[in-house]
């Protein structure tokens, strides 16, 4: 018998990835954008002003290719690589545990989650066992 997805899964995992693409979206936009606060806090992360669009650019990457099936894996390889730059960012700067440093862990989880929850192949790959 072939494995299939239930509608539950499917939905879970849709809405889970349209979570991803739209935070995701929003942070390259806002990049592209560079309003005040952006750079403000870019710069206290250590970063350089130049290196906004860059990060802009990376990050609408990574969603667009999240969101399209072909190149939904990676897109969330790409999604997880800067997810780990925020997160040894997050960490270096000794922010808040909670609230700053695991919350690229949360969208990592919901990326991958989302993924493995509507793509068969991936639970191929990854399967859980009972």
């Known amino acids: 018998m072939e494995p299939t997805i239930s509608k539950g899964q499917l939905w879970t995992g849709r809405v889970l990835s ?3 693409v739209l935070f995701m979206l929003f ?4 990049k592209f954008m560079k309003p005040k606060v952006v750079v403000d806090t870019t710069l206290q992360l250590g970063y350089a002003e130049h ?7 990376l990050a609408t990457l990574s969603a667009v290719l999240y969101a399209i099936p072909r ?12 997810l780990g730059g925020a997160i040894a960012t997050n960490f270096r700067l000794d922010l808040s545990l909670f609230g700053n440093v695991l919350f690229p862990v949360y969208m990592a989880i919901f990326a991958w989650g989302g993924l493995w929850l ?3 192949k ?3 790959v990854f399967p859980i066992t009972k």
């Open 18 to 20: 349209t979570i991803v």
């Open 27 to 30: 942070d390259g936009i806002m």
């Open 51 to 57: 290196h906004i669009v860059t990060m802009g650019f």
């Open 71 to 82: 190149t939904s894996v990676l897109g969330a390889i790409i999604l997880t690589g800067y």
């Open 118 to 120: 509507r793509n068969l």
């Open 122 to 124: 991936l639970r191929e």
